[in-house]
């Protein structure tokens, strides 16, 4: 009879933990190799970019430029972690940003591990750690 309480208990604690880390959920992003090194990559595995004319904590890039460079997107739930944060766009969306930086994909890169927009107008860059 024991066992079954302790076992009961393990599972709801187990279950505690699993719901309170989907409220708090870390940032969709990743490390990955490409030919730049270690490169942040979003949950597709899609290069991240930065731009130049960014100022930390706020997007330069929106309108047509965003359709070609789409922000990587937050949820309203999605809370910070670490080096990453949340801000909220001149539309209103919310979007990551790593170390201040607001992160982008871009529209050209095809597969995972693409950084066609590495440099584009002296300005975009991958995003490293």
């Known amino acids: 009879m024991l066992k079954y309480y302790l076992r009961t208990i393990a599972a709801i604690l187990a279950l505690s933990a699993g719901l309170a880390t989907s409220a708090y959920a870390d940032a969709p992003v990743k490390t990955a190799a490409t030919a730049k090194g270690q490169t942040l990559v979003d949950g597709k595995g899609m290069t991240l970019y930065i731009f130049a004319k960014d100022t930390d904590g706020k997007s330069a890039c929106n309108g047509g430029c965003a359709a070609n460079w789409p922000p990587l997107a937050a949820a309203d739930a999605d809370k910070t972690s670490g080096d990453y944060s949340i801000l909220t766009r001149d539309d209103g969306a919310k979007q990551w940003a790593y170390k201040g930086k607001?992160?982008?994909?871009?529209?050209?890169?095809?597969?995972?591990?693409?950084?066609?927009?590495d440099g584009f107008n002296g300005a975009w860059h991958v995003a490293q750690p």
């Open 102 to 117: 607001p992160l982008y994909t871009w529209a050209k890169d095809m597969k995972p591990g693409d950084i066609t927009g």
